[in-house]
């Protein structure tokens, strides 16, 4: 298995990577968690050890909060058996490292991990399954599950009473982020201050206990020790602070659910994907949330970095990850996939070719036939489409569109409208003419037509080859066609008919006929 799970902020990624892991333990595997922060790593060997507090598996935390000594024990227990599952950052990528029979490898906050870092995990993962967790994966690791290199799961269902979090974009100003701590503090909830510049960070923890004097200030960074550190977190995490002013070191899963306003205060030197993991540290116990993602007044900034806080801004929904993954893969390109740019442009084949030569490339590599795409052009004056009443939500509409260019037999028409049927009720005309337009389409892809097109009350159909019994059958079903063999056109005039579609159709149908099936021999 090699599976990425891409579900929104709290929406039950690590949940999921727990069952994982005790399937694992339960089939006598080890179980390895890549978290990319010590925070993180902490926090997770808490929830473990708490759900498998009845069950005899050994959970074990390896992160630089621990003692050379300690360490060592943690590292022997992998080797010898002992460890089931050990979390770490990435210390497990060691030289030193070593398990006695890994059979599940969970990657937490993908994109946080840079490509020397993916190389490593590449080598840990021989015949290994597996899974990665993420809310908004970098363009390359999503370009690699869409063109089906790996295999692509998401979570879209919002936990029980979640909001969507209320998002400002716009110049730092002084009095909002005022406003915006006191009304956090009157309902007695936390605020995270994310200023993302360890050399000044403290001047800016002074201005906000200026702004605010009530306000009980602390400071998280990384490169604070790890006992500090550690103090910090645990007491904000128990009520001692009210505002925490830190680096993007809290963006990786930490689950705070007192905290429900952040403030970002340079957010256009921030990525897509780091905006909207800090967004999700907030709003996660039902409460309302508040995100104030602020950049430089009077200062010009980028094209992309204009781009990112659109995007961000618009996106709001909950569920909205995978969709700012999308345009982040937009704004930055897919990358390469075999290199060290996790973004680029491919700009050398166009990306819609670059698609269909991986899918190829792949299909190959599976072992599969594969199929030339059928060229068919058909056109038809008809009113044929999905209405929006029909199909109310775009994506839907677009991907109903997609899938029924994409079909090839009158099976798969059939079972395109028993979807439509079951998901969307009683199919109305206008849709039931595009259904018998693909039904069209895939009689010209069973007898090679490549061209349909009808002006004028005539329709004019090639290439079509007829057999000179073919010929013969032509003159009886429509005594007006002519058919010139030199070019391989076929023209039939239509009249004043309201069904030319199914006409074709069934001319095409009678004109050449399917194959019978072949009889399977009864068993001896």
Not at 243 to 258: N, S, W
Request: glycine letters at 8%.
């Amino acid at each position: 298995m090699d599976r990425l799970l891409c579900g929104d902020v709290g929406f039950g990624k690590t949940e999921v990577a727990l069952r994982a892991a005790f399937k694992a333990v339960q089939d006598s595997k080890q179980v390895a968690v890549l978290v990319p922060t010590t925070l993180l790593a902490q926090q997770h060997f808490q929830t473990f050890s708490e759900r498998f507090a009845g069950y005899p598996v050994r959970v074990e935390v390896l992160s630089r909060f621990l003692t050379p000594g300690q360490a060592r024990k943690v590292v022997d227990g992998l080797a010898d058996g002992s460890v089931d599952i050990v979390i770490g950052t990435h210390r497990l990528l060691s030289a030193d490292v070593r398990f006695r029979d890994l059979g599940l490898l969970v990657v937490d906050e993908e994109q946080r991990f840079g490509v020397s870092h993916k190389e490593l995990i590449k080598q840990l993962r021989t015949n290994v399954d597996v899974l990665t967790l993420t809310a908004t994966p970098i363009p390359r690791t999503l370009e690699m599950s869409l063109t089906g290199i790996r295999d692509l799961t998401l979570l879209q269902t919002p936990p029980a009473e979640r909001q969507p979090i209320l998002t400002y974009v716009g110049e730092y100003d002084e009095r909002a982020v005022g406003e915006a701590i006191r009304r956090e503090l009157l309902r007695e909830g936390q605020v995270f201050f994310v200023h993302n510049r360890v050399y000044d960070i403290d001047h800016v923890a002074a201005a906000v206990k200026e702004l605010v004097p009530e306000a009980r200030v602390a400071i998280a960074h990384g490169q604070m020790d790890e006992g500090s550190l550690e103090r910090v977190v645990l007491d904000f995490w128990e009520g001692e602070y009210d505002v925490l002013v830190c680096t993007t070191i809290i963006e990786a899963g930490i689950d705070m659910p007192t905290v429900n306003t952040l403030v970002v205060d340079r957010a256009d030197l921030l990525g897509l994907g780091q905006l909207h993991q800090l967004r999700g540290r907030v709003g996660r116990a039902g409460q309302r949330a508040y995100a104030y993602l602020f950049f430089p007044p009077e200062r010009a900034i980028t094209e992309e970095a204009y781009e990112r806080l659109k995007t961000i801004g618009e996106a709001t929904e909950l569920g909205s990850g995978f969709k700012i993954a999308m345009r982040d893969l937009e704004i930055r390109g897919a990358g390469n996939l075999l290199g060290n740019d996790q973004s680029g442009h491919i700009a050398a084949v166009g990306y819609d070719l670059y698609v269909q030569m991986v899918s190829e490339a792949v299909s190959e590599l599976k072992g599969e036939e594969p199929r030339p795409p059928a060229e068919v052009k058909l056109d038809v004056p008809l009113d044929a489409y999905l209405p929006g009443d029909y199909v109310a939500v775009e994506e839907q509409r677009l991907e109903a569109y997609r899938r029924l260019a994409a079909v090839t037999t009158h099976a798969e028409v059939d079972d395109v409208r028993d979807e439509w049927l079951d998901r969307y009720g009683p199919v109305p005309r206008p849709a039931e003419a595009l259904l018998e337009v693909a039904h069209l389409r895939a009689e010209c892809v069973r007898t090679g037509v490549h061209e349909v097109a009808v002006a004028r009350n005539v329709a004019r159909i090639a290439p079509l080859q007829l057999k000179a019994s073919q010929a013969i059958r032509l003159r009886r079903l429509a005594r007006d066609a002519v058919y010139k063999e030199d070019t391989g056109q076929l023209v039939v005039p239509l009249g004043r008919e309201s069904d030319a579609v199914g006409r074709l159709r069934s001319l095409l149908g009678e004109l050449v006929p399917a194959e019978p099936a072949p009889v399977a021999s009864p068993a001896p």
